[in-house]
């Protein structure tokens, strides 16, 4: 019999793998805590959030728009800033991620290959600039993360023109010394129709656009770069039975520590989902004829007639995988697994919040309030 529970049941997948998954998964809640951030405060209010971490005294809050990393104490209080915008060492274009190596944080950037380390204890930076020796690949390789033995997992710039990865269905996913020699392809990451090209109805050139839906594979790395977890979340196509998607996590080295198949409950996207996005759509230059232009953006967001099975993922230092997928009502319902895969609890999290730090005690999620002003909220978990 297939048991499904909020959407989610085990199976075994290709080896190796941990076992099967039987009973039903303990349903854990959460009792919230620490509240940071507030409407009209220059020290603790918040932009954007782009990342945060904690450890045994301080919460880490990344700043892309301000440029800087914004430290607390663990009773939320401002402690001082790490980083300020520049192009400087120690300073940010647009940061968005971080972890630790040992006892340093790291910070990267979106649009330039560069890393920081910073001392927590004394604020001294150090800035590095990738680059990755890659031979016959005319691609820029961005670093992703920082490995627990100081290895960088980098993956290609997603770029048009010559060489661009822009358009492929895969994109290799590499780790390196820090000196950048090549030592091993980690995974190959799906982006099957994550853009497209669109020519029809213009009167010059062509578009590129993005998929409303977009469900490329996820690689997500432990804070402390010591395993990475892959899921393959393609949406359902409507033809394979069961519904599933793939979890696979690797150590430090690259090997497989399990893979699982996890079967759900496709959601379907509504007739009417795209409408808005495609009269969006039409505000650009050079169309010529908006009726076939229109046409094929519809076409090639229709693509996608099921919403993926996951839309968050997260990894925590003690090997935990935390996957979420959202429910027609907005919430998220999260499923945890174990560092061998197996389901050990789930959970629900109200609308629009997001993990971005989890062990088996505690979670640090990011809340929005009806003003969109962001607020970095502790749960504790009650098992």
Same mark, same amino acid.
């Given at each position: 019999?297939?048991?499904?529970?909020?959407?989610?049941?085990?199976?075994?997948?290709?080896?190796?793998?941990?076992?099967?998954?039987?009973?039903?998964?303990?349903?854990?809640?959460?009792?919230?805590?620490?509240?940071?951030?507030?409407?009209?405060?220059?020290?603790?209010?918040? #932009?954007?959030? &782009? %990342?945060?971490?904690?450890?045994? $005294?301080?919460?880490?809050?990344?700043?892309?728009? +301000? @440029? =800087?990393? *914004?430290?607390?104490?663990?009773?939320?209080?401002?402690?001082?800033?790490?980083?300020?915008?520049?192009?400087?060492?120690?300073?940010?274009?647009?940061?968005?991620?971080?972890?630790?190596?040992?006892?340093?944080?790291?910070?990267?950037?979106?649009?330039?290959?560069?890393?920081?380390?910073?001392?927590?204890?004394?604020?001294?930076?150090?800035?590095?600039?990738?680059?990755?020796?890659?031979?016959?690949?005319?691609?820029?390789?961005?670093?992703?993360?920082?490995?627990?033995?100081?290895?960088?997992?980098?993956?290609?710039?997603?770029? #048009?023109?010559? &060489? %661009?990865?822009?358009?492929?269905? $895969?994109?290799?996913?590499?780790?390196?010394?820090? +000196? @950048? =020699?090549? *030592?091993?392809?980690?995974?190959?990451?799906?982006?099957?129709?994550?853009?497209?090209?669109?020519?029809?109805?213009?009167?010059?050139?062509?578009?590129?656009?993005?998929?409303?839906?977009?469900?490329?594979?996820?690689?997500?790395?432990?804070?402390?770069?010591?395993?990475?977890?892959?899921?393959?979340?393609?949406?359902?196509?409507?033809?394979?039975?069961?519904?599933?998607?793939?979890?696979?996590?690797?150590?430090?080295?690259?090997?497989?520590?399990?893979?699982?198949?996890?079967?759900?409950?496709?959601?379907?996207?509504?007739?009417?989902?795209?409408?808005?996005?495609?009269?969006?759509?039409?505000?650009?230059?050079?169309?010529?004829?908006?009726?076939?232009?229109?046409?094929?953006?519809?076409?090639?967001?229709?693509?996608?007639?099921?919403?993926?099975?996951?839309?968050?993922?997260?990894?925590?230092?003690?090997?935990?995988?935390?996957?979420?997928?959202?429910?027609?009502?907005?919430?998220?319902?999260?499923?945890?697994?174990?560092?061998?895969?197996?389901?050990?609890?789930?959970?629900?999290?109200?609308?629009?919040?997001?993990?971005?730090?989890?062990?088996?005690?505690?979670?640090?999620?990011?809340?929005?309030?009806?003003?969109?002003?962001?607020?970095?909220?502790?749960?504790?978990?009650?098992?």
């Amino acid at each position: 019999m297939r048991s499904l529970l909020l959407g989610y049941a085990l199976a075994l997948g290709a080896a190796p793998v941990s076992g099967p998954v039987s009973g039903q998964i303990p349903e854990w809640t959460l009792e919230r805590g620490v509240t940071i951030g507030r409407v009209d405060d220059p020290v603790y209010g918040l #932009t954007r959030v &782009g %990342g945060v971490l904690a450890d045994a $005294e301080r919460v880490f809050v990344l700043q892309p728009e +301000d @440029g =800087t990393v *914004r430290v607390f104490s663990r009773a939320g209080e401002f402690i001082r800033d790490l980083g300020r915008r520049g192009e400087g060492p120690g300073e940010f274009t647009r940061p968005n991620g971080m972890g630790w190596h040992g006892s340093r944080l790291w910070i990267k950037e979106s649009m330039s290959p560069r890393l920081t380390f910073f001392d927590v204890a004394t604020g001294e930076a150090e800035t590095i600039r990738y680059r990755a020796d890659v031979p016959g690949s005319p691609n820029r390789w961005m670093p992703l993360a920082v490995l627990a033995d100081g290895r960088i997992v980098a993956s290609p710039q997603l770029t #048009t023109g010559p &060489g %661009g990865a822009m358009g492929a269905s $895969e994109l290799p996913v590499i780790v390196t010394e820090p +000196d @950048g =020699t090549l *030592r091993d392809t980690l995974t190959r990451q799906s982006i099957d129709g994550l853009v497209g090209r669109i020519t029809a109805g213009r009167s010059v050139g062509e578009t590129w656009v993005t998929s409303p839906i977009p469900d490329l594979d996820f690689v997500t790395f432990a804070p402390d770069g010591s395993s990475v977890v892959v899921v393959k979340r393609q949406g359902w196509d409507g033809r394979t039975d069961p519904a599933e998607f793939e979890v696979t996590r690797l150590d430090v080295h690259g090997d497989t520590v399990y893979r699982r198949r996890i079967e759900y409950e496709p959601r379907p996207v509504p007739s009417d989902y795209f409408d808005d996005r495609i009269a969006d759509g039409m505000d650009r230059p050079n169309i010529s004829n908006r009726r076939a232009y229109a046409r094929a953006l519809r076409e090639f967001y229709e693509q996608r007639r099921y919403f993926p099975p996951v839309t968050s993922v997260a990894v925590a230092n003690d090997g935990t995988a935390w996957l979420a997928r959202q429910r027609e009502d907005g919430e998220r319902e999260w499923l945890v697994l174990d560092g061998s895969g197996s389901a050990i609890g789930r959970f629900r999290l109200p609308r629009g919040g997001g993990i971005w730090f989890a062990n088996l005690t505690e979670c640090w999620v990011v809340e929005s309030d009806a003003l969109d002003i962001p607020y970095v909220v502790q749960y504790n978990i009650v098992r």
